[in-house]
């Protein structure tokens, strides 16, 4: 095991139930979103969050045992709403030729359905029923949308008593959904026309402090620094010099940092859209020098984000090299969790980059994770990932999540009266 | 006085050392910036900041004791630095002909050279010194720019120690400045091109949270609550709905507190650009159906804002109606602050306007305060404005300042040990 993964797997045997009472304490104050999944780069000195989904795609990446858990997570959270919610519509992205999103669907919604409810999928294009065939073969049914005085229901009928948004937003809220009556977790609110990294990591930074102040390490071990830009236009031009600045600003911390901890490699950066991206628009720099001299091809591509929003405002995040190889590629995990609580989660792994680039592009695979119940001696054997440990993964998992639930308040939420 | 005064006047006066304690710890944990003005709406039932301005103009409009009180905390900031400042430029906007804003500069480098500093002005625009008057036709000298070896000195060899900045950086920050050695207060990262007022609010609430929570009172009398909404283009009519949505949530939000504090008045809201605007891009809102039928003109005014930037994300705030009158107009009380302290302040009055409207537009002039001295019975006769409270005003105004220091943080300025 690495260094910071002994380091927090003892400190978890140590202190574990303090810990999850310093969690639980914190779930019961800001409830999670319904789901999420936490991508995470670790580097043998430490692991962090780099990326908080809260509209999870890969279900389908997860272990038998990951999704009882998911299930039973599901399940009570489910029962615990008032009224009960019976009928669940899921409204998923508009993927229709995305084979392994489709088998996404086929789970999420067989997990859903295993808590004792009724389940449809609708679509927020679809003018007709679409019968669709998933990766592995199984059919997956989506239906037109209609609503009726601020109510939802679906062309065949359903009328759900709650949705679930598997639909991230970039482009903005779903018009159909605007103000309707039924509840939807978690809410378009949350799309990332409205999310922005930087306060997901503000709020992670925070957590992270506290919890690092009472089980008393260096919170830089399990987190990625961040310097926020303003207005950027790579395009035009405008502002480069400025993201220029932020990118030594943080080499700057990052040579302290390294220096402090032994580490011997180039500390390098990610400069990306502050608004969330599909893998696309993310650059590594490893000097302001090479930001300077960015060619045309890469200027545009910065500019271009899921479905041509405009890249308007980037954060740079310190780089961490990832140290996991699985079947010979580098890797990283991915968490997923349900109420806030760790199910299980998947390696992203991709043979056509190394060890300090963005995984999530081109070439990209999921194989799955060891976890819990599968975390013994013999399954680690089997799947052959020496650095995978579920505790650990899932404490600082939960840390973004939690942070996921903080990040965006406004006076609203928080409330005014003490 | 109104209520609200009255109530807490009445604090001040009981628990003044305490108050001033809390504020200088929260002060000495993040230092305020060099400046700052802040705009208050005052109902009677509730005062609260609406605006916090980083670049103050409008010095000009401060009382001789104002004016003293400035100096002595410029100077003691001035001196508390390492080096000590000997030379001063002040970089302001591009404002050559506004004869009241080059009055503030008049002023503002008279301020600073009462500290005992050499003074020069820059501009970012001039190609040759410019001679420029004054609204009360004192002479402003204004100089280009040059930048060797990443100092910045003026055409005429001026060399500062430091750079006082009075441009807010609506468009980005300005090309020659960045990188430069020179310290530059506040650093042009606090400039329009980054800041967003719902950053500011959000800190706003925390920290006027923890303070009434502390001093035992409502946290909403001193706030106006506000929810931050996702990307709009009024032109284009994309993201109106979810705006609408947002105005119901903040109205039923007021009506509850309306309704418990006995106000009659029919609530609304302000929405407004979540950057910094010019006065325009400001709307006043009693029903979201007023939203939804915006005609064209309107939605072009909401889609322009200072320097032609486009209107991209809103924040939908508490209207406060004003109850201060100042020579028959509507008018409201500005404050500003030197380090975090209050120094004095001007109530803004427009006369082409009512109570509930944004008084920052066409027809706004400004008058003097009544103010910690001048605040006697006689004094306060004198310039007749009858709610006027230099204790409660800076009280409020200072917790402004304090989040405006809050407000944007990335994860190094808040450093990572622990």
Redesign the interface.
């Known amino acids: 095991m690495s260094q910071i993964i002994t380091k927090l797997d003892d400190l978890f045997q140590a202190r574990r139930e303090e810990i999850e009472e310093w969690l639980h304490k914190k779930r019961t104050k800001k409830p999670p979103f319904f789901y999420s999944s936490v991508d995470l780069r670790h580097s043998g000195v430490r692991i962090a969050p780099v990326d908080t989904n809260l509209f999870p795609a890969g279900f389908n990446n997860l272990s038998p045992a990951a999704r009882d858990r998911s299930i039973n997570l599901m399940h009570d959270r489910l029962e615990a709403m008032k009224p009960v919610p019976k009928k669940i519509l899921i409204i998923p992205e508009n993927h229709t030729r995305n084979l392994a999103y489709i088998e996404n669907l086929f789970v999420l919604s067989g997990l859903i359905s295993e808590t004792g409810r009724e389940v449809r999928i609708g679509s927020l294009t679809a003018t007709e029923p679409l019968s669709l065939q998933s990766m592995n073969e199984n059919t997956v049914m989506e239906f037109p949308l209609i609503r009726t005085n601020n109510r939802i229901s679906t062309s065949d009928g359903f009328e759900p008593d709650l949705i679930i948004l598997n639909n991230d937003c970039t482009a ?2 779903p ?1 159909i959904l ?2 309707i009556k039924q509840p939807i977790e978690p809410s378009y ?1 949350m ?1 990332w ?2 999310r922005r990294k ?1 306060e997901h ?2 709020a992670y ?1 925070q957590i992270t ?1 506290e919890f ?2 009472k089980f ?5 071990l399990i ?1 990625a ?7 950027v236009n790579f395009h035009e031009r ?2 480069i ?2 993201v ?2 932020g990118v030594e ?2 080499l700057h ?1 990052m040579r302290q ?1 390294y220096e402090e901890y032994g580490v011997t490699e180039k500390p390098y950066v990610f400069v990306k859209a502050d608004s969330g991206t599909y893998g696309m628009g993310i650059m590594t720099v490893g000097s302001s020098d090479e930001l300077l001299e960015l060619n045309k091809k890469t200027r545009n591509k910065m500019n271009t984000i899921k479905e041509g929003t405009q890249n308007t405002e980037v ?1 740079i995040q310190e780089g961490i090299p990832t140290i996991d190889v699985v079947e010979g590629a580098p890797a990283e995990a991915m968490v997923y969790l349900v109420d806030g609580v760790p199910v299980g989660g998947a390696y992203r792994i991709n043979s056509e980059r190394d060890a300090n680039s963005n995984l999530n592009a081109a070439g990209m695979r999921f194989v799955g994770m060891c976890d819990e119940s599968e975390c013994a001696e013999s399954a680690r054997e089997k799947i052959k990932i020496p650095g995978c440990n579920f505790n650990v993964f899932g404490l600082v998992s939960t840390l973004a999540a939690l942070a996921a639930a903080n990040e ?5 939420d ?1 409330g ?3």
């Open positions: 903005g809220a018009e605007i103000g609110h799309g026309y409205t930087s990591f503000r930074t402090r690092a102040e008393n390490f260096d919170p830089w987190s620094g961040f310097h926020r830009c303003g207005v405008v502002g010099e400025c220029a600045l600003k943080v911390t940092k954060i965006v308040y406004d006076s609203l928080i005014f009266s003490i």
